[in-house]
């Protein structure tokens, strides 16, 4: 199947078209290999009120899996006009990019493939829209926040984590009070389809990750702001192990680093002291190899230091049970991330050194 690109894209209002009603959103969805969440994603989207939502595309994205059929036979049973389309390849750029040109109304909302969405969720996105996208401000995005299901072990013991260590995701935002932030995540979020399309919709180079990061930088350097909404929250199913979370920090820490070779003005404090971190780890791995004895007192000490902070962070929240999984992502997490900015570094040839302007939220 494929799309028409219509140039014709307009507001979608409920009422018969009257400007003052309830602004209505194209949702899409980009799936790969999502067999096994693709249907209580969709399940919860459906519990949607109608007048919110024109529309519903679905993406797969080149699934090796049974993803494609089960959106096929899931796609009948939303209350939702929804069209299903299937890619031969599998690149997340240029698919959230064919779901923006398809979009037909003026205001279009992502969410991931392991995103359960509450029964208010678009409710809440159209009076913000109302709020904000349709105010005198140069707004391009409304964003939530995205929270582990905690009804999982691993994913209880992420929410603990992510309550003290945050690693520069917009949800900072949410304990901060600051509205206004420097990129938004697709996995919650709404685009005013206009402002996308103006800086050049989602850049198809971006395979895999940071998409959403890249596009973002993008509107901001044409003065657009993008807002972080307090109360637009959704459930995230996110990594099921600490090797899922290495690889899947890994990944977002090394496109994070190509982001910045192309919009300096992206580099953070954060990223200093990921390389920081990264440098010291690989500093220990040569250290055992010279003074083994050494490096592995120092090794222990810092093991017994996250021992310590794990067994406090449980503790403080009465969740002795999940000391052990605290401990074992408070290592792969921030590893992941420190090691694919350093593999990053060097691939992107990033000038940390070079002098820039930073752009503040």
């Keep these: 199947m494929t799309y028409s690109k219509s140039g014709n894209h307009v507001d979608k209002f409920g009422g018969g078209g009257d400007s003052v009603s309830t602004p209505q959103l194209s949702v899409c969805i980009v799936f790969h290999n999502e067999e096994v969440r693709a249907r209580k994603c969709l399940e919860a989207l459906a519990l949607q009120p109608l007048e919110f939502i024109c529309e519903v595309i679905l993406i797969d994205n080149a699934s090796t899996d049974e993803t494609y059929s089960i959106l096929k036979g899931s796609s009948a049973k939303l209350p939702f006009p ?27 909302a992502f969410i991931d493939a392991d995103i359960i969405v509450p029964s208010d969720w678009a409710l809440r996105f159209s009076e913000s829209i109302r709020l904000h996208l349709q105010s005198d401000r140069q707004i391009a995005g409304l964003a939530g ?41 697709t996995c919650n979020v709404v685009f005013d389809r206009e402002a996308v399309i ?17 596009l973002c930088c993008r509107l901001r350097r044409l003065g657009y702001e993008l807002l972080f909404l307090k109360g637009h ?82 503790l403080r929240h009465r969740s002795s049970g999940s000391t052990a ?9 921030p590893t992941g991330y420190a ?20 752009v503040h939220p």
């Design 82 to 108: 929804t069209r299903v389309h299937k890619r031969e390849t599998n690149n997340l750029g240029a698919a959230r990019a064919e779901a923006m040109i398809a979009a037909t109304a003026r205001y279009v």
């Design 145 to 185: 926040a995205n929270s582990p299901d905690v009804s999982s072990p691993w994913g209880a013991a992420s929410s603990l984590i992510f309550r003290y260590v945050n690693l520069g995701s917009p949800q900072v935002a949410q304990a901060s009070g600051v509205e206004s932030v420097l990129h938004v995540s």
């Design 198 to 214: 103006r800086v050049g919709n989602f850049n198809a180079s971006f395979k895999v990750v940071c998409e959403d990061v890249e």
């Design 233 to 314: 929250e959704v459930i995230h199913a996110q990594a099921s192990s600490p090797l899922e979370w290495l690889r899947r920090s890994a990944r977002y820490g090394y496109g994070n680093m190509r982001v910045v070779s192309l919009y300096r003005e992206f580099f953070s404090r954060r990223h200093w002291t990921s390389l920081v971190a990264g440098a010291v780890l690989l500093g220990l791995c040569a250290l055992v190899l010279i003074l083994p004895v050494a490096a592995s007192a120092l090794i222990f000490a810092l093991l017994c230091c996250v021992a310590g902070l794990s067994f406090l962070i449980t």
């Design 325 to 333: 999984r605290v401990f074992l992502l408070l290592i792969a997490i």
């Design 339 to 358: 090691l694919g900015h350093i593999a990053g570094l060097f691939a992107f040839h990033v000038p940390v050194f070079k002098s820039h302007q930073r």
